[in-house]
């Protein structure tokens, strides 16, 4: 059962952009963290950004300043905004959702979505 959904990938020209979308079902919506991860071939996959229940929101190093996590409530979607791509940026991106139950963290994922930039 597929209970987030990523769209929006593809292949683009370094300095281009791209809109990430994940659409999630409400209950998996409403966990305290939704965030983005990546993974390049060969590669362990590393944390993008993410985006409290609250609205606070964390990127990696390598993202500041060129991505944008956000969410819209009513749609129970969270996006990525992508500007300024790099060949660098280049992996399968997932969705996550994070609930924080006592000492345990559940992790949901979608499936991924492709992100090609070349040089």
């Known amino acids: 059962q597929v209970q987030l959904v990523e769209s929006g990938g593809g292949l683009v020209q370094a300095g281009g952009s791209l809109r990430l979308s994940c659409a999630a079902s409400g209950t998996i919506f409403r966990s305290n963290r939704m965030g983005w991860y990546r993974q390049a071939p060969g590669k362990q996959r590393e944390l993008v950004a993410t985006i409290t229940s609250g609205g606070s929101t964390n990127y990696a190093d390598s993202v500041k300043g060129r991505f944008t996590i956000s969410r819209d409530n009513a749609k129970n979607t969270v996006y990525l905004q992508m500007n300024s791509l790099k060949p660098e940026d280049t992996a399968v991106y997932y969705c996550?959702?994070?609930?924080?139950?006592?000492?345990?963290?559940?992790?949901?994922w979608g499936q991924g979505t492709q992100v090609t930039v070349s040089s």
């Open positions: 996550n959702a994070r609930n924080y139950l006592g000492p345990y963290e559940y992790d949901y």
